[in-house]
Structures are given as C-alpha cells and as structure tokens.
C-alpha cells in the first residue's frame, strides 16, 4: 500500500498587534489636519482656507471636524461665519507650527535633486538690525553663498520673540534681552549706544565738555515704544543714572526718532549703526557726557526644539563670523 503524504496543517494567517497604545481602525492625528488647522487660525474661515490649502470647503470643514474629534474638544469659537481660536487652539498652535515646520525641514533635507536655495528661510529681526544691519548682512551671506529667497519680518523685540517661539519665523535677531524659556539665546553683535540731539538744541552748546548728569535728567527724551529691545536697553543703560526719563515723544522706530532729534525735538540716545548717516551730514551732533560708555548686546535666538536645516545651520554660522562695516 503506497505511503500517503503526511498531512499539513494550515495555520490562521498571523495578525499583527496594533503598536502600544493604537488601536485598530482609531482615526489618528495628522499633519493634513494641522496644516489645515493652522490655515483656518491664519484666514478665520474655512472658505478661505480651503483656497490656500488646495481643498473644497466641505473637506476643510471635515479636516477641522475630525481633529477636534480626535482631541476631543472644539478649538475655534464660532461667532457668525467666523472662526476664532479659542483657549485650546491658542494652545494647539505653536505645537502644530512647530509639527509642520519640522516635516518641511525633513523633507527639504531629503530632497537630494532640489538646489539648496530651495527651502528659503523666514527671518525675523528688530527695527535696529532689520533695518541698519540686515540688509548688508543678507546682501554679504548671498555674495558667499548664492542668491535664495528669503523673507524677512522687522518687528519690535517682544514680537520678535513671539514669532520664533511660535514657529512663525525660522530665527530672530534681536537687540534685548529674551526671557523665553523655549528658545534657544547666543551672543551676537555689541551695540554702542551714543546720545545725540540737533546741532541748534541749548544742550549742544554745552558740546565742547562733557554733559553733566543733571543737565541729562532735565532734558527731554525721544524714546522707543514699550516692548522695543532699544528702550529696554536705553532704560537699563540711563535710568540707573538720571534715575528717570522725561520723555517728549514716544515713536514706534528709530528712523522718526532720529529725525525728530534732528528736529530739535528733544535728545536721543540710539545705536551708532542708526545716527550715523545724520551725524556725517551735520544734522545731529554726537554728545559727550559724564556717563560711561553705553553698550548693548545684540542675540540671535531660534526654538529649542526646532530642527535646524543644512540652509539655517549655513545662516547661523555666517552670522556669527559676520562683522558690519561702519
């Protein structure tokens, strides 16, 4: 009797255990949803998010839907057709720009074929540097390395601030001090500050020695707005001498501060990098005083967290070897 072939047993297919902590057929977060999130917390609608995200309304608001059913709570308060973010969507945003800003960095340093240009960084700079020292820097770092599009955002030092931790910019270069725990703070540039007012100012007569303490804290002061790097500095480098200010006008930038010292206005006391091109023209006159020499530091702060790119880590070291000219 010829010998049967031994029997097989078929065993059940295996099935693979969900990873710790899924479960199977769970709608999950992902960065479709953040990026339309954070498209509807920048529009207020979305209508008009659905056009810069390249999707209909009825899927916008089914990508809001599902996310806010995956957190488990409602992040926009709906007054009429607008979206307004509320408690946890302020909360969610920075965690999301953060989210996406690294997949876009990830993807531009695996994108062998695209030229390096191609991630264009966005930086954000305080008045002083975003307008007197930036653009020869951004002009020395393009000679060196090659044109590549940049944006760049000039604000006052707290917003400067609040852009980098929000991920809204990729780094800051900033003329105060930063007390942002996230944020990541070095050294840069020092600042001379000089005090300086028109050549026809009664204080200007006095040029010829040095300006005494008490004719400082009796003069008029043109001043920054609350929350600019250069007030925060000329308070630190001023007060601890003159005791107070009196200020005559405040202004939201050096260039109308300059120009009203110019004027007559009152005495200013700004970086040398802003009162230079006046003081070469004859239209303020730099003064000497009893006060030591006024010096500020300038930082370059960008996240803790964030991943820094092959073209951002290129920035930050030209930055740091860079010296403007005067």
């Not at 498209?39 to 209909?56: K, N, Q, R």
């Not at 930086?123 to 044109?147: E, K, Q, V």
């Not at 006159?285 to 996240?303: A, K």
């Amino acid at each position: 009797m010829p010998n049967k072939p031994p029997r097989v047993s078929r065993l059940p297919p295996l099935e693979m255990p969900a990873p710790s902590g899924l479960l199977p057929n769970v709608p999950r977060l992902t960065l479709r949803q953040l990026r339309i999130f954070l498209a509807i917390a920048h529009s207020g609608s979305t209508t008009a998010a659905a056009s810069s995200v390249a999707l209909s309304q009825s899927a916008t608001s089914a990508a809001l839907n599902e996310l806010e059913s995956i957190l488990g709570m409602q992040l926009f308060d709906r007054v009429g057709k607008r979206l307004l973010l509320n408690d946890s969507g302020r909360l969610l945003l920075p965690q999301a720009r953060q989210m996406i800003d690294g997949a876009q960095t990830i993807e531009q340093q695996f994108a062998k074929n695209a030229p390096a240009s191609a991630a264009g960084l966005h930086i954000g700079a305080s008045t002083t540097i975003g307008s007197y020292l930036l653009p020869a820097m951004l002009a020395a770092y393009g000679a060196r390395f090659g044109d590549a599009p940049m944006r760049a955002t000039i604000a006052n030092t707290a917003d400067v601030v609040a852009a980098v931790a929000n991920y809204e910019v990729d780094v800051g270069f900033i003329e105060g001090p930063c007390r942002e725990p996230e944020l990541q703070v070095a050294p840069w540039l020092t600042d001379e500050l000089i005090v300086a007012c028109a050549p026809n100012h009664p204080v200007a007569a006095q040029r010829g020695r040095k300006i005494s303490v008490k004719t400082l804290r009796d003069a008029h002061w043109l001043l920054r707005e609350p929350g600019s790097g250069t007030r925060e500095a000329v308070e630190q480098a001023l007060i601890p001498h003159l005791h107070a200010l009196r200020p005559a006008c405040e202004f939201s930038n050096s260039e109308a501060i300059k120009y009203a010292a110019a004027g007559g206005l009152g005495l200013t006391c700004l970086s040398r990098w802003v009162v230079a091109d006046l003081i070469d023209a004859g239209k303020l006159v730099e003064l000497g005083t009893t006060l030591p020499v006024l010096r500020r530091q300038f930082y370059v702060v960008y996240g803790r967290r964030k991943i820094l790119s092959h073209n951002l880590q290129q920035l930050l070291q030209f930055c740091q070897d860079w010296r403007p000219e005067m």
